[in-house]
């Protein structure tokens, strides 16, 4: 069997296939031009979490009066934020590095270009081996005409940002936007989305977009769907025209531009990249060249972090011979991290009420004893179900949902029915527990519902 492999990226794709391949016995050696880590590790997952985290620790010292807590808050030290937020990003990309060593796996510092099969140069050193993995990742999406205008931010620069704005407006209702407004607003920042389609979360369940406005609302960050951004001006602030539903003129000084992420492939010799700059792969991760795969985000599939981990192990499997089950789109779950947190896994009840007939079922948090405990009002669990009880779809609002969801991933992996999902105990009282109303409810009434 051949033992050599160069990895061409070092994100969540990248290490990990790493890490597989030097335990299976590859002599491993993995090009990075930028920082141990990737996007995920250093602009994106870890800082963004880390942020979100301060976030909603702001929002409970702000609500701990209604609870009967005296305390005032008196600001924050936004310098202490970045450094706390830095700190984690330092602590996981050192786990990436120490894990390189232990493994005995060469890092080559510089840009890759691809010659062929087999084929890597960089800085003019030509790098041989028996196999390739491309997982170079994407980089943000901005709107034409408006990269260049100082002021304009992408994801990363806004997690890098030294000082607050007073005043932001985020293009773009989906995850990333969604989660810097919670950020920024939690800093007292004056926040406005505009999304191009008509409801805030348009990639979602519509009741999750349902729980993503209410929760805005509540933040009093104004948002405005079924509206685009048609014109930046930089005059002494930021002044942003939108059209559509809304039409009307802001002055603000800064612009997060969120709409999104594309693959970006490594320079190559042979065609690699499609035109809209995807890599394609097959089911095992392999490019139309035999020993070259693409997995994470250059290859289009799914841009997340956990997707890129599933889509190594797929990869180097298929290297070492063994069959593997592939990689499905629709069995990744995926997670918002603001309050409450919102995940899924599985198909929205649009797209699966147009390949099946479908049964739903749901459960307000509110109703459940840890909902009522705590004074959680927004949230539920849904379910939805084929006539025969296969479960194709599980969405969740509540805290700590980007946890919860995990019941709902291995409830589907294991072909489980909505009725044997209801059947399991719950631990009580806990926010799991709507996710068994919800499953309950998809054939009959649970216990616990109204009737309504």
Known sequence: MSKELTVIGSGPGGYVAAVLASKKGFDVTVIEKSTIG?????????????????????????????????VQF????????????ERAVKVSRKA?????????????????????????????????????IVATGSEPIFL???????????????????????????????????????????????????ELLDRLLPNMDKDLSDVAEQMMKRKRVKFYTGSKVTDIEKNDALKVEIEGETERTFE?????????????????EIELAEEDGHIEVDEKMRTSFKDIYAIGDVNGKSMLAHSAFKQAEIAVKDMLGEETEGFEPEMVPAGIYTHPEMASIGLTESEARERYDIKVGKYPISATGRGSSTGERMGLAKVIARDDGKMIGVHLACPGA????????????????????????????????????????????SVHSSGD
């Open 252 to 268: 603000v000084e800064k612009v997060i531009c969120a709409v999104g992420r594309k693959p970006t492939p490594p320079n190559s």
């Open 74 to 85: 008196d600001g924050v030290d936004f310098q202490k934020v970045m450094s706390k937020k």
């Open 402 to 445: 980007t946890d919860i969801i995990m019941e709902a991933v291995a409830a589907m992996e294991m072909d489980m029915t909505a009725e044997e999902l209801g059947g399991l105990i719950h631990p009580h009282p806990t926010y799991s527990e709507a996710i068994k109303e919800a499953a309950e409810n998809v054939f009959g009434e």
């Open 144 to 194: 034409p005409g408006f990269k260049e205008i100082d002021g304009v931010l992408s994801s990363k620069e806004a997690l890098a940002l030294e000082d607050t704005p007073d005043s932001l407006l985020i293009i773009g209702g989906g995850y990333i936007g969604l989660e810097m407004a919670y950020v920024f607003s939690a800093l007292d920042v004056e926040v406005t989305i505009v």
């Open 38 to 70: 990737g996007v995920c590790t250093n602009h994106g997952c870890i800082p963004s979490k880390a942020l979100l985290s301060t976030a909603e620790k702001i929002d409970s010292i702000k609500g701990a009066r209604r609870e009967g807590i005296q």
């Open 96 to 132: 990436i590095e120490s894990l390189f060593e232990e493994n005995d796996i060469k890092v080559v510092e510089g840009e890759a270009e691809v010659l062929g099969e087999g084929k890597v140069k960089v800085d003019g050193e030509v790098i041989e081996s028996d196999h390739l």
